[in-house]
């Protein structure tokens, strides 16, 4: 059974920062792009950052760039979302995902997580 659990979220002060995690099991994820996504409320579900399977190239929101930093530890499956400079406008649900060889900025991901809540207080 696939699973994917992200842990880390929390109440945290603009400015702060706070680091997301995502635990995978289930199957073999040495050959998927991996991404963050997240939904603020009333507002449609959207991309913030991947990662590529070859070469671990990142790929960022603009609305992050500068301020997220993505990251997998491939020995232990474990993808990490860094981030700094948080501001109140970035308060969602924060969701991993994971897509087979191929990155994507939509949602056409094989396998999601169940979600780990971001508040950013101004």
């Known amino acids: 059974q696939v699973q994917l659990v992200e842990s880390g979220g929390g109440l945290v002060q603009a400015g702060g920062s706070l680091r997301l995690s995502c635990a995978l099991s289930?199957?073999?994820?040495?050959?998927?792009?991996m991404g963050w996504f997240r939904q603020a409320p009333g507002k449609e579900r959207e991309f913030v950052a991947a990662?590529?399977?070859?070469?671990?190239?990142?790929f960022y929101a603009p609305s992050v760039k500068g301020r997220f930093t993505i990251s997998r530890d491939y020995a232990n499956n474990i993808l990490s979302l860094q981030m700094n400079s948080l501001k109140p406008d970035d308060t969602a649900v924060y969701y991993c995902?994971?897509?087979?060889?191929?990155?994507?900025?939509?949602?056409?991901?094989?396998?999601w997580g169940q979600g780990t809540q971001v508040i950013v207080s101004s």
């Open positions: 995902a994971t897509r087979y060889l191929v990155y994507s900025m939509t949602e056409d991901y094989d396998y």
């Open positions: 289930g199957r073999d994820f040495s050959k998927d792009a």
């Open positions: 990662i590529a399977f070859v070469g671990g190239t990142t």
